[in-house]
């Protein structure tokens, strides 16, 4: 019905009413007996970048997880487009506009780059740009050289096995990818982990323009001060609880470093009878 209109611009317009990438409530997940995740309520907004903050093991990867469907959550549901979604695998959140960038990267070592950059996209291929016969290659070279162009990554040819990338550009890779097919949310979780400083910069202005342009942008880190400078909203995770939930306002970094260690009034253990 419009003529080139990005993805995200479609979903303005179909969705015009639709704030939130995704609203969850209540969520727990136990592992043997780690409780990974306990009663977790948390919503991301169009627009918003989100900061998840926490220390090692207070259940930032396991939440993310659960958001974007590599696991079912023991209990509490998950809201997307204002209706209740129980997803069986990333593809589901990929439907709904969700992608995701795991910490363990999650790319196929053995493909190429361009390969990866399309891969669980086959519907591109088979459908889409299939009238264009063997356009469809040439269609995903450039959609993927300009991604990978915004990201200001040079790589020497996308024909190169990701296992032969360094750690740096696969994480690249990995931001590109997700950038290229969200057009509602993306979760991060530790995008900027293994990249340098000037890449690690380049990241963190993508996420806020990406945000600026309507998505909503989760981030995980432990670059507390550098996703400050981007963050709309901050959650800290204690213990698999929210210890903190607060617009950006004027939060420093020792309020949510005391937030992580449970020095802002926030320990779980006056908070039992909430369960
Ligand atoms: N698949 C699993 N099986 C068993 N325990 C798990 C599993 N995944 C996570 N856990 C446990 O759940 C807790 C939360 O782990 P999670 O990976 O979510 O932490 P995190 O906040 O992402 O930490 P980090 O900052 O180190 O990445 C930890 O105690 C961890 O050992
Ligand atoms: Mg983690």
């Known amino acids: 019905m419009h003529m080139e209109l990005s993805p995200m611009e479609v979903i303005s317009e179909t969705k015009p009413s639709g704030n939130y990438v995704f609203r969850a409530q209540g969520l727990s997940k136990t592992f043997g007996h780690v ?11 169009r627009g918003e970048v989100l900061a998840l903050f926490g220390d090692n093991g207070a259940g930032k990867s396991t939440l993310t997880k659960m958001l974007c469907g590599v696991y079912t959550p023991d209990s509490g549901t998950i809201e997307i487009d204002d209706e209740h979604i129980v997803m069986k695998g990333t ?28 891969l669980g996209h086959e519907i591109l291929r088979g459908g889409i740009l299939k009238p264009f016969g063997f356009l469809a290659r040439r269609e995903m070279a450039e959609k993927t050289e300009s991604a990978l162009q915004s990201l200001s990554i040079r790589l020497p040819s996308l024909s190169l096995a990701v296992k032969d990338l360094s750690g740096g550009q696969r994480q690249a890779v990995a931001v590109a990818r997700a950038n290229m097919w969200s057009r509602s949310g993306i979760l991060m979780d530790e995008p900027t982990a293994a990249l340098g400083t000037i890449q690690s910069d380049i990241v963190c202005s993508l996420i806020r323009s990406t945000a600026d342009a309507g998505a909503g942008v989760m981030v995980i880190s432990h670059d507390i001060p550098r996703i400050l400078e981007i963050a709309n909203r901050v959650i800290v995770l204690r213990h698999g609880e929210v210890a903190l939930d607060e617009p950006i306002g004027s939060l420093s970094r020792s309020d949510v470093v005391a937030a992580m260690v449970g020095l802002a009034g926030a320990d779980p253990e006056d908070k039992e009878d909430n369960k």
Do not use: C, W, Y
């Open 35 to 45: 409780k990974a995740i306990r009663n977790v309520s948390i919503e991301l907004r």
């Open 91 to 118: 593809r589901d959140a990929e439907d709904r506009g969700i992608t995701v960038v795991h910490q363990d990267l999650a790319l196929a070592p053995d493909l190429t780059v361009l390969e990866n950059m399309f």
